[in-house]
């Protein structure tokens, strides 16, 4: 009986592991969008998230580096978004729900391009862009 107890309790922080690692997206102000006009410094293509960094002015005219939540690897490749989709130095103007407490950060909505092509979120548990 022990052992049973035992097996059930394991297999029970196995499977509700992925669960708990996963968060929540509450930091993000859904109800706000901002508009970062900038320069790519780093594009992470990660799980479970990847990350776009972006430099750009803030509101008072300061330099601010910008990190973008974005979804999964999967998620945002079925969007078009690949390794080689931006590099550092490309200009880019990203759409974003940004972080509640004022940091430079945000939640990836859509972005667009110079050349005139642009792309939208890519995981179903984010909201995509406010219209």
Do not use: C
Not at 45 to 61: C, F, Q, R, S, T
Not at 70 to 79: C, L, N, S
């Amino acid at each position: 009986m022990k052992n049973k107890a035992a097996v059930a309790a394991v297999l029970g922080f196995v499977v509700a592991g992925p669960a708990l690692a996963h968060h929540s997206f509450s930091m993000f102000d859904t109800g706000k969008t901002l508009f970062i006009d900038g320069t790519v410094k780093e594009f992470d293509l990660i799980n479970p998230h990847a990350w776009l960094y972006v430099v750009a002015k803030d509101a008072e005219g300061k330099t601010a580096e910008w990190g973008i939540e974005m979804g999964g690897v999967g998620a945002i490749a079925r969007t078009g978004w690949r390794a080689d989709t931006v590099k550092p130095g490309d200009k880019i103007v990203v759409e974003i729900h940004p972080l509640k407490d004022g940091s430079y950060g945000g939640q990836y909505v859509k972005a667009k391009f110079p050349d005139g092509r642009s792309l939208e979120g890519g995981d179903p548990g984010l909201p995509g862009p406010l219209r």
